[in-house]
């Protein structure tokens, strides 16, 4: 497949999907010989494509179509009383934006977090190569923000900035904080900083309505998805 661009794809054989059992996923990428800019990442974010590392890509499996991306509008956001709630809890967390570069605390933190909350996933056992090529990429416009509680690292956000907004990579978290909802409130942030710096849209990746750990994202209203190249508001029956 080559866009007109002349940017070439390729996909990959089947494999074990990540979002649902007993399927089979194919996967398509960017041809990663190829020149990547942050600009080109961003027009090909609005045929779906995500960043992991150096890699762009997107799901192409045959007969499936259940991953689709998700935005926010986040000056169109209404937050619940629940996230209300999450958001006063943590107000005594401060947040700061450090270098998008290797630190060994932030590591420490992320592998804390695999191994108690994704060990039956494809991202463990973590490691130092695994984590680098997962999160950072050499061309990518990438901020990472710590949040603080204390003084001590409570959750690490990454998050890329594009044209129109920013589009939410991973966040991490320490597990033993589980009743300050610290997924939650990194997204309430990211919101709120795009909202701040004068942009219109946090992407949040995939949502696969049949995946339970892709429910979270439905709390965050309205949410946009992206069907033939078009953003559309998700219904609440869909």
């Avoid at 044209?163 to 997924?183: C, H, I, M, Q």
């Avoid at 219109?200 to 949410?223: C, E, H, I, Q």
């Amino acid at each position: 497949m080559t866009a007109s661009s002349g940017l070439k794809f390729f996909s990959t054989p089947p494999h074990n999907c990540s979002y649902l059992q007993n399927q089979q996923a194919i996967t398509l990428f960017a041809d990663p010989e190829a020149t990547m800019t942050n600009m080109l990442y961003y027009q090909l974010s609005g045929y779906g494509f995500r960043r992991s590392g150096n890699y762009i890509y997107k799901p192409q499996c045959v007969g499936c179509n259940a991953c689709l991306s998700v935005r926010i509008p986040v000056n169109q956001f209404k937050i619940t009383r629940q996230q209300q709630r999450v958001w006063k809890k943590n107000q005594d967390i401060s947040v700061k934006r450090v270098a998008a570069t290797y630190y060994q605390h932030h590591y420490e933190l992320y592998v804390r977090y695999i191994k108690e909350r994704h060990a039956d996933g494809d991202m463990y056992p973590p490691s130092v190569a695994q984590y680098l090529s997962f999160l950072f990429s050499d061309w990518s416009d990438t901020h990472l923000y710590e949040f603080l509680l204390d003084g001590k690292l409570v959750a690490v956000a990454v998050c890329d900035v594009l044209k129109n907004g920013l589009s939410a990579v991973y966040t991490f978290y320490d597990p033993s904080f589980e009743s300050r909802s610290l997924g939650t409130y990194a997204i309430l942030w990211e919101i709120f900083c795009t909202q701040k710096i004068g942009m219109d849209f946090l992407y949040l990746g995939y949502w696969v309505k049949n995946s339970p750990k892709m429910a979270y994202k439905r709390n965050f209203k309205p949410l946009e998805i992206l069907i033939e190249q078009q953003w559309r508001p998700l219904i609440d029956d869909e």
